[in-house]
């Protein structure tokens, strides 16, 4: 498989999972680093789609995932709640992924611009620990196929 294929597809895995791009990278045998920069960039990409174009997918989302009481509920509201743009920027990529974050944070009010920064720093910070994690890991348990 060449290279080029190889990123693509760790990027476009990225777009629709951050957490399945990067145990894709190892399996592809790419390097760490470019494992955890092609994964950042898929579900960025994802992140930039959601907040600046998807219109029709953010409320497809937003009617699909709201509470049936017609409220807020969940753990993502509570986290809006209490640490407003920075906290569901930061976290929405490790515990929804970065399109259905994308849509929450566009559904309670957040600016856009500041949204996507937010997300973009909790895409790379997850990237990397999570990269680390899984490099750390095939290094404790499986030396044969540490990178």
């Known amino acids: 498989m060449s290279d080029l294929l190889m990123w693509a597809s760790v990027v476009g895995t990225g777009v629709l999972e951050l957490w399945a791009a990067i145990p894709l990278g190892f399996t592809l045998k790419l390097n ?15 992140a930039v789609i959601v907040i600046f ?12 995932f709201q509470s049936k009481k017609g409220g807020r509920g969940g753990s993502m ?10 906290g569901l920027g930061f976290l929405s990529p490790l515990l929804t ?5 994308a ?8 600016e856009p611009k500041k949204l996507f920064v ?14 680390w994690a ?6 404790a348990f499986m030396p044969g196929l540490a990178p």
């Open 53 to 64: 174009f998807g219109t029709s997918l953010r409320n497809w989302l937003i009617r699909r």
């Open 103 to 110: 849509a929450i944070g566009i559904s309670f009010g957040a």
């Open 118 to 131: 937010w997300m973009a720093t909790g895409i790379i910070f997850w990237s990397a620990v999570l990269t």
């Open 97 to 101: 992924g970065a399109p259905l974050g």
């Open 77 to 86: 509201a509570r986290i809006w709640d209490k640490y407003g743009i920075p």
């Open 134 to 139: 899984v490099a750390m890991g095939l290094t």
């Open 32 to 46: 760490p680093v470019t494992t955890a920069v092609l994964s950042a960039l898929g579900s960025m990409i994802s």
